[in-house]
T-cell receptor, first 112, second 113 residues
């Protein structure tokens, strides 16, 4: 499949452990944030989103935390599974801008 | 419900040629966005269309253009191809824009020789 990034930061975790992927966003006026997962050969897949009036949102096995003070976003994946291996991107949107600005991505690898 | 489809999936062109890529959004979605993905630059926004109108454009040269049809399908065109245009071109659709969940297609892998 395609390589989505030759020099991406990499996070290696043991299967069953929790993973935390971090992202610093660029625009303090951004008010919508999304995490995407991209597997080799596929387009980005929506995982979870959060709006700026919240600081935490939970989904199935995933939690997103937003710290607007330091412009930081994190994705927590509980009980990491082999199928979680992928590149994870954060993205931000400024209302009215009609575009997403993506972070550089983090490659998550799962050790058996 | 069918997802976002992009054609062709793979394309090989030579420098100086032009190329047209196609995107069919999810039924009912009126916003279509295009992104370029390269190892060096990551995911970069190209443009966004809604109801046949371009609402936003990224920092790409005028060789990159697009359009949207009345059925929300979209095409993007790159003229006078350069080696640096080699990339994965991704299309995303949403109900009304980037402030809603965007669904991505599998992309078109363009190689310029």
């Amino acid at each position: 499949g395609e390589s989505v990034g030759l020099h991406l930061p990499t996070l290696s975790v043991q299967e069953g452990d929790n993973s935390i992927i971090n992202c610093a966003y660029s625009n303090s006026a951004s008010d919508y944030f999304i995490w995407y997962k991209q597997e080799s050969g596929k387009g980005p897949q929506f995982i979870i989103d959060i709006r700026s009036n919240m600081d935490k949102r939970q989904g199935q096995r995933v939690t997103v935390l937003l710290n607007k003070t330091v412009k930081h976003l994190s994705l927590q994946i509980a009980a990491t599974q082999p199928g979680d291996s992928a590149v994870y991107f954060c993205a931000e949107n400024l209302q009215g801008a009609q575009k997403l600005v993506f972070g550089q991505g983090t490659r998550l690898t799962i050790n058996p | 419900k069918a997802g976002v489809t992009q054609t062709p999936r793979y394309l090989i062109k030579t420098r100086g040629q032009q190329v047209t890529l196609s995107c069919s959004p999810i039924s009912g979605h009126r916003s279509v966005s295009w992104y370029q993905q390269t190892p060096g630059q990551g995911l970069q926004f190209l443009f966004e269309y809604f109801s046949e109108t371009q609402r936003n454009k990224g920092n790409f040269p005028g060789r990159f253009s697009g359009r949207q049809f009345s059925n929300s399908r979209s095409e993007m065109n790159v003229s006078t191809l350069e080696l640096g245009d080699s990339a994965l071109y991704l299309c995303a659709s949403s109900l009304s824009g980037a402030h809603n969940e965007q669904f991505f297609g599998p992309g078109t892998r363009l190689t310029v020789l």
